[in-house]
């Protein structure tokens, strides 16, 4: 019988804005909080700014371990977050999105804009294509990413996304449901890659 694994660390995607809506920056802090109460480490994209800034910050506060990832060009415009147990300033985007999945044993997208957008798809196509089986969840808070849910549901029925190549993902609309569901989808992985392959 195979030994339980534990998730070790979190990746969470979100964006460098707050948005309009106060909930949003509510419950990145209240998930933030989450991890450091689970010893759950959080991976993010190392600003200050925004959701980002607010599950960092969070997570700190309670006691959490964070990781944070940034590309020099964006260390002043996103204000970096020096406080962050291990921060990590890199060339470019590619190299930062390869070191956050190698780092992470799962992702969350919070809400966000197009960067937020293009990092949950990206994990997305790499499950798709095989490349990792590492639990991917979008935190569907308020609906927010009710209109890409609903575009793959399309993509379903218009035959572009075919049953033996599913986007597999999980949904969650409630911040204190995502933890556990990522810790169940990561039991019950057989073989999460810590790395990706030369081609990414």
């Given amino acids: 019988m195979n030994e339980a694994r534990e998730i070790a660390n979190v990746c969470v995607y979100c964006g460098s804005s707050p948005g309009h809506d106060p909930a949003f920056q509510q419950a990145a802090e209240r998930f933030g909080r989450i991890l450091a109460e689970n010893g759950v480490g959080l991976v993010y994209g190392g600003g200050n700014l925004g959701l980002m800034g607010a599950v960092a910050r969070s997570a700190i506060e309670a006691?959490?371990?964070?990781?944070?990832?940034?590309?020099?060009?964006?260390a002043k415009r996103e204000h970096m977050l020096e406080a962050v147990?291990?921060?990590?300033?890199?060339?470019?985007?590619?190299?930062?999105?390869?070191?956050?999945?190698?780092?992470?044993?799962?992702?969350?997208?919070?809400?966000?804009?197009?960067?937020?957008?293009?990092?949950?798809?990206?994990?997305?196509?790499?499950?798709?294509?095989?490349?990792?089986?590492?639990?991917?969840?979008?935190?569907?808070?308020?609906?927010?990413?009710?209109?890409?849910?609903?575009?793959?549901?399309?993509?379903?029925?218009?035959?572009?996304?075919?049953?033996?190549?599913?986007?597999r993902y999980l949904v969650r609309d409630r911040v204190e449901d995502?933890?556990?569901?990522?810790?169940?989808?990561?039991?019950?992985?057989?073989?999460?890659?810590?790395?990706?392959?030369?081609?990414?």
């Fill in 85 to 167: 147990q291990e921060l990590l300033v890199v060339d470019d985007m590619h190299t930062r999105k390869r070191l956050m999945f190698e780092k992470a044993d799962a992702f969350v997208a919070f809400p966000g804009g197009i960067g937020t957008l293009e990092e949950l798809v990206e994990q997305l196509t790499w499950a798709q294509l095989g490349r990792h089986d590492k639990p991917v969840l979008i935190a569907d808070l308020a609906g927010f990413w009710a209109p890409l849910l609903g575009l793959l549901d399309h993509m379903r029925e218009t035959g572009f996304i075919r049953r033996e190549y599913e986007a």
């Fill in 63 to 74: 006691g959490g371990r964070v990781v944070g990832i940034i590309p020099g060009f964006l």
């Fill in 178 to 200: 995502i933890l556990p569901a990522l810790r169940a989808a990561y039991a019950a992985t057989a073989r999460p890659r810590r790395a990706l392959p030369q081609e990414f």
